[in-house]
């Protein structure tokens, strides 16, 4: 398992320090369409700034490394048990050297584990396909601040005026970056889900933060949403950090998994400037990198 461990822990190491490609190109486009000596220009400035230190030092991008996500599709018969060994090896060894924060406390005592390691920490998302060959394996970083600001709702809703339809997901999406502000490390990207249980509905929201940007969401009526989320949010005038101007939203990716007739969830995940997310193709061993996604 050693190649493995060390391609989990290089997987680690660039997901702390580097931002995604995609990321990357839509905060370079956003610093360019804000005003001239304005706090949101400075803010997009000084985010650059630090994702350039960043990378050239190999240093975590925030002191925050957040929750550690791992997403994992395997071909059938893949020992899970085996991987989580391995990525609690890496995450550990990770720690140490400060690719990661000593960030995982006991809940009921606060004691930190120094080590990311705990009950829940990491969190591991399987799946298993016949028709896979190699191992895909992404991983998000999601620190504490952008997952204070997610939000779920239950339709309908009086209080935001939002009922059982896609009008309805409109308000309670649109309410939830009203309600974060620049409370969430903006501009941010929200992933999110609409059907599912409490539970599923939050999942499945932050498996569309794998999604990059740039993709298009093949079901034309969500495709409308996301577009027209993203146009309105930048025209509340909230900014970077919560400073004004004109990007609050990155990107906005929405899936609608089935749901029973009584419930009608939309759950919305946060996520900050600093998008930590990364994947690797891997040998059906985990033994080589064959590519990097992200």
């Known amino acids: 398992m050693t190649g493995l461990n060390d391609n989990l822990l290089e997987l680690i190491r660039r997901t702390s320090a580097e931002i995604p490609d995609d990321v990357q190109r839509v905060l370079v486009e956003a610093l360019k369409a804000e005003e001239k000596r304005t706090n949101a220009e400075f803010a997009l400035k000084t985010i ?9 030092k190999s240093q975590p991008i925030c002191q925050d490394t957040g929750s550690i996500l791992f997403f994992v599709h395997a071909p059938v018969g893949y020992d899970q048990l085996a991987f989580e060994e391995a990525a609690r090896t890496a995450v550990a060894e990770a720690t140490k050297k400060g690719f990661l924060r000593q960030n995982s406390v006991d809940s009921l005592t606060g004691k930190n584990s120094g ?4 009950p829940g920490t990491p969190t591991f998302h399987f799946t298993q396909s016949c028709s896979a060959t190699e191992m895909d394996v992404r991983l998000m970083l999601k620190g504490g601040g952008c997952e204070n600001v997610g939000a779920q709702y239950s339709l309908p809703d009086q209080r935001i005026g939002a009922d059982r339809d896609l009008k309805g997901c409109r308000r309670a999406i649109l309410d939830a970056v009203l309600q974060a502000q620049g409370k969430g490390c903006g501009p941010g990207v929200l992933g999110v889900c609409i059907g599912g249980d409490r539970a599923t509905s939050y999942a499945f929201s932050k498996e569309q ?3 990059t940007l740039d993709d298009r969401n093949s079901n034309p009526e969500l495709d409308a949403l996301e577009q027209e989320i993203v146009a309105t949010s930048n025209k509340l005038g909230i900014g970077p950090m919560g400073f004004g101007g004109k990007t609050t939203l990155l990107g906005c990716k929405i ?9 009608y969830f939309v759950s919305v995940s946060y996520m900050c400037w600093a998008f930590r997310r990364q994947g690797v193709v891997l040998s059906a061993d985990g033994g080589k990198i064959e590519k990097w996604l992200y």
Do not use: D, F
């Open 115 to 118: 080590n990311n390691l705990g």
């Open 48 to 56: 650059h700034a630090n994702i350039e230190m960043a990378a050239r």
């Open 255 to 263: 899936c609608a998994v089935n749901r029973l007739p009584a419930s």
């Open 209 to 211: 933060l794998l999604r």
